[in-house]
Each structure stands twice: as C-alpha cells, then as structure tokens.
C-alpha cells in the first residue's frame, strides 16, 4: 500500500459529495472520500494468501503482520484522540497525569488492576465525581507506565503531587495541566506514538526517519526535545489495548450528509477552516486507490 500527502484540490468535492461529519468537543471534522476498490488477493488463513490473477499461494510474512499491528495501533490513537477532544473541551476541567512504577512493571492486565485500585481511592479521597480515559505506554526498555486524563464536572481541584504519589502508591506521579494547549487529543496522543531521542536505543536512531525539534510542557513550562515521530508503535505488543475508559466518557457525534449541507452546519455555527490534508492511498496489485479529504473546523478564540 502506497500512502502519500497530496494537493487538496485532488479531492475533487462538489455540493453533492457524500461526507462524514464528526463531532469531536469543540472540534468539527468533515471526511470526503473517492475513489475505487477491489483485490487481486484473498485471504486463505492467518499465515497464507491466494494471488487471485495467477492462483500463487504465498505466506503471509512477519514484516506484513508487525505492518498490521502498526496501522491497528495507529487507528486506535485515533479513536483515542477523538475521544479526548470530545470529552475535554474545557481543559480547566481537566488534569493529566502520569503514574509510573519504580520496578520494571511489564504486565499490562496487572496496571488495569492497580488503576482500578486508584481511582476507588482517589474518588474517596477527594469525595467528588469524575471521569477517567487511562491510556499505557511502553517504554524501550519494556516497562509500561500509565497516562490519564482525569475530567471533572466543575473546576479541577488542587491535588498536591506527593498525595497524588501516595494514593497511587506504585512509584512517581506527575500532573499537567493541559489549559493552553489547542488540540489536547493530539498532544497527549503524541506522547503515546513519539519517542524521546534521550530514550530510543542507536538502533531507533540511526533507522528513524523523522527525527523533529518539538516543544514539549514539564513542570509546567515548555522545554525543546528532540523526538522520533511514531518511534514508539513498534514497542506496542500486538492485540495490545491502548486505553480504558468510565463509563461516562462521551463518544463523538458522526453523521452523513451532503458536502453543500455540511457547510452550512459550519457557517450556522461560525466555525473556521484551522487544517485540511488530503492523502492518496494507492496498491496496485489489488486494484485499489482512494483519494481522502479531511478538513477540521473549530469556533476562533476572540468567538463565544
């Protein structure tokens, strides 16, 4: 499968166009795609394909299962970023922490168990509602440590970083306050695909790709790093599960509709283009190409 950027004007969308309409918080995202599909290949089992237009049979390589893996990792911090931008459009409302162990903690279902624990004392602690999406990263050397996003119904209140230590009772904590950062999905989901220079091994470097200078906040100021984008999904095991949430985290809205009628929703709500991309995803030997248009809307900042 070839994936690469193209002009917006590719798109080729009129009035009619049939589009996705995605509501994420204060976040409109508006999907076009065109294009056509079919396949010179057909799944046989989990280690063997047919070639349709010869009849070759042909396995399934490992290379293609970690491929797999990677873009199943990828669709998930996209869900993931959805449903933070849904449910944190007030930051003020809202604090990030990161829950750390000081062993080499490597068992996933075992952090669900010891996150389950915390938030019951955290909720006594603080005698207050809130919500939760708690997100695991691993780190190169094999450890997992935790992110979450904890989401009350008024202002947050202050929690004192050595109480926080002490309720969770694993090792180090950290909290964040996320006010001024624009998209919160996307930031925080960064943390979970890209990876520290400081921490990726000289293989990581040397075969990296896309080695960037980024501001990132600790201790509440913004400090340079430089980072390895998506250096960190190779490290997420396969069936791996990204992140748990309450029960009363909200899903975005996503409906369908026409092109013309989509924007008038836009101009309805005063709302202003802030990013396009379109991206032509191409494969040959399977007769497929789709030619996608994605264009995100939100309220300017000088607009109630």
């Known amino acids: ?38 396949s010179n290949i057909e799944l046989i089992d989990s280690d063997h394909y047919i070639v349709k237009s010869t009849g070759e049979i042909r396995e399934v390589s490992h ?7 990677t873009e199943s990792i990828k669709q998930s911090m996209k869900n993931l970023r959805d449903i933070i931008n849904t449910n944190c459009d007030n930051p003020k ?12 903690m490597q068992n996933q279902e075992q952090l669900y168990a010891d996150l389950k624990k915390f938030f019951m004392r955290l909720r006594y602690h603080l005698d207050k509602k809130f919500e939760y999406i708690a997100t695991i990263e691993p780190q190169a050397r094999g450890a997992y440590h935790a992110h979450v996003i904890l989401i009350f119904d008024k202002k947050r209140p202050f929690i004192a970083n050595e109480v926080m230590a002490t309720i969770w009772g694993h090792g180090f904590t950290k909290t964040t306050k996320i006010d001024n950062i624009d998209n919160i ?15 990726a091994s000289i293989l990581d470097i040397k075969s990296a790709k896309n080695i ?11 400090v340079p790093k430089k980072i390895i984008k998506g250096g960190r999904l190779k490290y997420y095991p396969s069936g791996f599960r990204l992140y748990r949430c309450s029960r009363g985290i909200k ?16 101009e309805e709500n005063g709302l202003d283009l802030f990013y396009e991309k379109t991206i032509k995803l191409t494969d040959e030997s399977k007769n497929f190409e789709r030619v996608i ?5 939100k309220k300017p900042i000088n607009k109630k």
């Open 293 to 297: 248009n994605y264009k995100q809307f």
């Open 251 to 266: 899903r975005p809205t996503i409906w369908k509709t026409t092109n013309q009628q989509a924007m008038e929703y836009i």
């Open 63 to 69: 290379t293609e299962k970690r491929i797999e893996n």
């Open 212 to 222: 960037k200078d980024v501001e990132v906040v600790e201790g509440g100021k913004e």
């Open 1 to 38: 499968m070839d994936i690469k950027k193209v002009e917006n004007t590719e798109a080729r969308i009129n009035t009619k166009s049939r589009v996705t309409v995605k509501k994420t918080g204060n976040v409109i995202e508006i999907k076009h795609s065109s294009g056509f599909t079919g």
């Open 93 to 104: 409302n809202c604090l990030w922490l990161t829950l750390t162990y000081k062993e080499n």
């Open 185 to 199: 999905g996307l930031y925080l989901t960064a943390y979970l695909t890209d990876i520290s220079v400081d921490e």
